[in-house]
C-alpha cells in the first residue's frame, strides 16, 4: 500500500510508513503514528491524555469523527472531596503564566482506548505489529531534537514534579537536553503487556493503585469514572466554503465550530481578488478573528451542544452585531501540549488525528510509565470556571482535525496544534491553499498574524508595508522568529504531497 504522512516527528512518520511497507491502510499508519508519537512527542501528547480522530472511508463513502477526549470525573462522588491543584509557574518569552497541575488536575484519560477502539473498528494489522515502531523507539531510546528541547524547556517543573519523571528527564543531575536520549522502561513493559493482551486498558491493580493515590492526593477520578468511559463516533461537521467542503470536529467542541463561523465571515468577502499580502487581506483576517473572539466570550452555558450548521440568522447576525466589542478571553501565551498527524493512502481513505495532554499534570498512571493529562487545569477548556462542568461530560475542546474534500473526493487532510492558535493556523491555511492556490509548502511556511486580548501577533515575515499601514488602526507585536506559539499545521494531499509544519519539528514521508 502505498501512502502519504505529516507529523509533528520524523519517527511519528516513519512509524506510519513501515505500516504501508507491510499492506497497511492510512487507519493502520495514523494508529501506529499515534502509539509512536507518545514515545517520540511526550511533552505535547500521552496515553493519559485524549483527542480526535477524523476518517474518511473511502469504500463506504464514510465520514466519522471518533472522540476519545477527556471526560470531566467525580462521579458518585459521595465524599465531595474538593480537588486540590498545584499552582506552577512557568517563564515564557515575554510573560509568566500559572499552569494547575497534580492529580486535582486530571480528567478522565481516553487516548489508550481510543487507539485501541479504532483498530479495532478500522485497522488491518495485528495490534503486535502496529505496536512494533513505538516499542523499537522505546528499546533504543529517542533523541531529543531541537523541537522537543524547547518544549521540554517549558515544562521542566511539570516534567520532573514526580520521582519517576526526574528518572526519565534527569541525567546525571541536570536536565536532560538536544541528543540526549529519553527512555522510558515502564512505557515499554507496559506495552508488551498490551501487545499481548489486546482489548485489555489497564489492569486490576494498576487501576487500583491509581484510584488510590487520587484518594490520598484529592483527585476526582474514581472506578466508575474508568468504568464509564467510551469512545464515542460522531457524524463530522461538513462545511461548505468556495467549491469545497470542509469536514471537522463537531459539537460538544469549540475548534470546528469556531473554524465555520471564521469561514462563514469570510466565504462572502474579495479574499480571492485580494493581493495576498496586501492591507485589505489582513484587515480582512483580522476583522473575522476579533468577530470570533467577541461571539465566543459572550455565549454562556452548554451554547455548543444547541448549535447547528448551516447557521441560523439568529447565530450569524449575533456574531456580526457584536464583533466591535473586541472582548478578549483574557489568556496568556501557552505551548499546550497538542500534537497532530495527517495520513492518506492510495485507496482514498484518510486518517486526521489531533492529541493532546494538556501541559500534563506531572503524575503517571501506577506503573505503566503513562504521564496523565492536567485537562481540568486548562483554563481555556473551561471559561466558565474550574470545577464547573457536570461529572462525566466530555470536556470541550479547540482540536480540529480537518478533512478537504472536492467534487465528493478527498483532497486535504489537515489539523494543527496549538490551542486556541488552532483555528486561526487552520483558517489561514485554508485560505492559503484555497482562496490563493498555494502548494501546502507555501500554504503552511507562510507567515501567520493571530488575535488575543486586542493585540495582533505577527510572525517575521509578514510584509512591512501592509504592517505599518495596519499599526495605524491595530495594537500589532511583531515576533522575531517563527514560533509553536502559531500552531503547527501538518498536511497531506491526494496527489501523495504533503509538509509538516516547521514550527512544533514537522516531518513529511510518502511510500
Known amino acids: 500500500m502505498k501512502g502519504a504522512i505529516a507529523s509533528g516527528h520524523l519517527l511519528t512518520s516513519k512509524a506510519a510508513v513501515e505500516m504501508f511497507a507491510l499492506g497497511g491502510n492510512a487507519f493502520d499508519a495514523v494508529i501506529s503514528a499515534g502509539f509512536a508519537s507518545v514515545v517520540t512527542e511526550p511533552s505535547l501528547t500521552s496515553l493519559g491524555g485524549g483527542g480526535f480522530l477524523l476518517v474518511h ?7 466519522i469523527l471518533f472522540d476519545f477526549f477527556v471526560n470531566t470525573p467525580g462521579l458518585k462522588n459521595k465524599k465531595n472531596t474538593k480537588p486540590v491543584m498545584k499552582p506552577v509557574e512557568i517563564q515564557f518569552p515575554g510573560c509568566t503564566q500559572v499552569f494547575h497541575v497534580g492529580l486535582g488536575s486530571v480528567a478522565v484519560p481516553g487516548m489508550l482506548q481510543g487507539l485501541l477502539y479504532i483498530h479495532k473498528r478500522l485497522c488491518t494489522l495485528p495490534l503486535e505489529t502496529i505496536l512494533t515502531p513505538a516499542l523499537m523507539y522505546l528499546e533504543d531510546g529517542v533523541e531529543i531534537n531541537e523541537t522537543q528541547e524547547n518544549f521540554m524547556h ?10 519517576y519523571g526526574k528518572q526519565i528527564y534527569m541525567k546525571n543531575g541536570r536536565y536532560k537536553k538536544k541528543h540526549d536520549r529519553i527512555f522510558n522502561p515502564r512505557l515499554k513493559k507496559y506495552l508488551q503487556w498490551i501487545s499481548q493482551n489486546t482489548g485489555v486498558t489497564y489492569k486490576g491493580d494498576i487501576t487500583e493503585k491509581l484510584v488510590k493515590e ?7 477520578i474514581s472506578q466508575d469514572d474508568l468504568d464509564a468511559y467510551t469512545v464515542i463516533e460522531r457524524k463530522p461537521l461538513h462545511i461548505t466554503y468556495r467549491d469545497r467542503e470542509i469536514i471537522t470536529n463537531p459539537p460538544p467542541s469549540f475548534g470546528g465550530i469556531m473554524l465555520a463561523l471564521s469561514l462563514r465571515l469570510l466565504e462572502n468577502s474579495t479574499l480571492a481578488h485580494c493581493y495576498h499580502d496586501s492591507e485589505e487581506y489582513f484587515i480582512n483576517l483580522i476583522e473575522s478573528m476579533k468577530k470570533i473572539d467577541a461571539f465566543r466570550s459572550e455565549q454562556k452555558g452548554d451554547w455548543i451542544e444547541k448549535i447547528t450548521y448551516p447557521f441560523s440568522e439568529s447565530v450569524t447576525s449575533s456574531l456580526i452585531d457584536n464583533y466591535k466589542k473586541n472582548i478578549s478571553e483574557r489568556r496568556a501565551i501557552s505551548t499546550q501540549g497538542t500534537t497532530h498527524i495527517s495520513v492518506i493512502d492510495e485507496g482514498g481513505n484518510a486518517a486526521s488525528m489531533t492529541t493532546s495532554n494538556g501541559s500534563s499534570s506531572g503524575h503517571f498512571i501506577p506503573e505503566t510509565g503513562i504521564m496523565l493529562n492536567n485537562m481540568m ?25 480537518t478533512i478537504i474534500m472536492k467534487n465528493g473526493k478527498v483532497e486535504t487532510v489537515l489539523g494543527s496544534g496549538g490551542s486556541k492558535r488552532i483555528r486561526t493556523a487552520l483558517l489561514q491555511v485554508l485560505i492559503n491553499t ?28 509578514t510584509p512591512l508595508k501592509a504592517l505599518e499601514r495596519l499599526k495605524k488602526q491595530y495594537t500589532i507585536n511583531v515576533w522575531t522568529e517563527k514560533n509553536m506559539y502559531f500552531g503547527g499545521v501538518h498536511a497531506v494531499s491526494m496527489s501523495m504531497n504533503g509538509w509538516g509544519d516547521k514550527r512544533r519539528g514537522g516531518d513529511f514521508f510518502k511510500s
Open 154 to 163: 517549558y515544562l521542566k517543573p511539570i516534567l520532573t514534579l514526580s520521582e
Open 434 to 461: 484555497i482562496d490563493f492556490s498555494r502548494t501546502l509548502q507555501q500554504a503552511i511556511e507562510a507567515p501567520r498574524i493571530h488575535w488575543e486580548d486586542g493585540i495582533i501577533q505577527a510572525e517575521p515575515g
Open 214 to 220: 487520587m484518594k490520598e492526593h484529592n483527585g476526582l
Open 57 to 63: 472511508i473511502e469504500r463506504e463513502n464514510k465520514n
Open 377 to 401: 487545569g486548562e483554563d481555556d477548556l473551561h471559561p466558565e470556571g474550574f470545577f464547573v462542568t457536570p461529572h462525566g461530560k466530555r470536556v470541550s475542546s479547540m482540536m480540529a482535525p
